[in-house]
């Protein structure tokens, strides 16, 4: 899908553009989303280097992710994408030029849509590529900081709920689960963080483009944000290792009060075992054999050996 925001008499316009359409010259921000071959071959007449593919949006390298050529300024960033209770990074390519803003991705994210939005409501004015930029970048790092406080209320809750005496092994269970999801989330937004503050960084110390003061103060904004928002990653990361070790350990413990149960069961069991063992063996020259009492006197033997033990773990603390 392509998608042309022009800016007509101080006045957004938004079209769909087909395979059959050129691009319209007052266009200020093209946005492709999952193109086809078809559309990739229609973007490549707008592109004196190559169009970047899924290979080069998933590269890792800064040279890959940020460099300049002769189409202009490139950046592959990612972005969040919530899906359900799914949350991923999405790679999005920008290409900026003077008076132009290619993105291009592979999948819808909802940030983009947010800014839509904001364009079609004129909370802003789109007067050059810059502001579409900017606003997008301010979008995700504001969406990265909910998501922290998401993370945030999620452990407390899970750490209000493990720490409790009377929380059963099914609930730190769920627990456990919880905290794997938290975990692998505040690593996305970290990695999501991270990446933002390599871009930004990238775009205001380039030499080609020259950043209005009001652009150049939006960016160290956001820099300054970012650099409050990850020492909250790295405190989030301790206090997910503390829940993750103390639910574990609960339910060691649980586990442990179990093994020892046993144990006490089966030292209770010895000295009867041993008594009962004595008794089975088949020697001829056995007296209590032939002693009218003798079965009596030997299940009381056993009875009594057993309760002895009992009580003296239990008289030691240890039941």
């Known amino acids: 899908m392509i ?43 707008y592109y004196v280097e190559e169009v970047p593919d899924s290979e080069d949006l998933n590269e890792i390298e800064a040279t890959s992710r940020f460099y300049q050529d002769k189409d202009g300024l490139h950046i592959t960033s990612f972005f969040p994408h919530r899906s359900g209770k799914e949350v991923r990074n999405t790679s999005v390519s920008f290409n900026l030029r003077p008076h132009l803003l290619i993105t291009l991705r ?19 004015d789109l007067d050059s590529p810059m502001i579409v930029l900017t606003a997008l970048f301010t979008a995700k790092v504001d969406y990265l900081a909910d998501l922290l406080e998401e993370v945030y209320e ?24 919880e905290i794997g999801q938290q975990e692998d989330l505040n690593g996305k937004i970290r990695l999501s963080l991270l990446d933002s503050q390599r871009s930004l960084r ?41 829940l993750q070790e103390a639910v574990m350990g609960f339910i060691n413990l649980e586990q442990n009060k ?51 033990t009992y009580y003296a773990f239990k008289k030691k603390g240890l039941l």
Not at 17 to 30: C, E, Q, R, S
Not at 106 to 114: M, Q, Y
Not at 154 to 177: F, G, H, M, P, W
Request: hydrophobic content about 40%.
């Open 258 to 308: 179990i093994i020892k149960t046993f144990s006490v069961v089966a030292t209770v069991f010895m000295p009867p075992t041993l008594i009962a063992s004595s008794y089975g063996m088949n020697f001829s020259i056995m007296p209590e054999l032939g002693w009218e009492m003798g079965y009596p006197f030997a299940v009381s033997f056993m009875i009594l050996s057993g309760l002895g």
């Open 154 to 177: 999620s452990l407390e809750l899970v750490s209000e709920i493990t720490l409790r005496e009377d929380t059963n092994d099914e609930t730190r269970d769920q627990a456990l689960k």
């Open 3 to 45: 998608t042309a925001y022009r800016l007509q008499q101080n006045r957004l316009q938004i079209d769909q553009l087909g395979l059959n359409n050129a691009l319209p010259g007052d266009t200020v921000w093209l946005d492709v989303v999952e193109p086809t071959d078809e559309e990739r071959s229609w973007l490549d007449s």
């Open 106 to 124: 592979d999948e819808e994210v909802g940030l983009f849509r947010l800014v839509r939005n904001y364009l079609k409501r004129q909370h802003f």
């Open 202 to 242: 990238y775009l205001v110390r380039n030499r080609r483009i020259r950043l209005a003061d009001h652009h150049q103060q939006e960016i160290m904004e956001m820099l300054r944000d970012i650099d409050s928002l990850l020492p909250h990653t790295a405190f989030l990361f301790d206090k997910i290792n503390f």
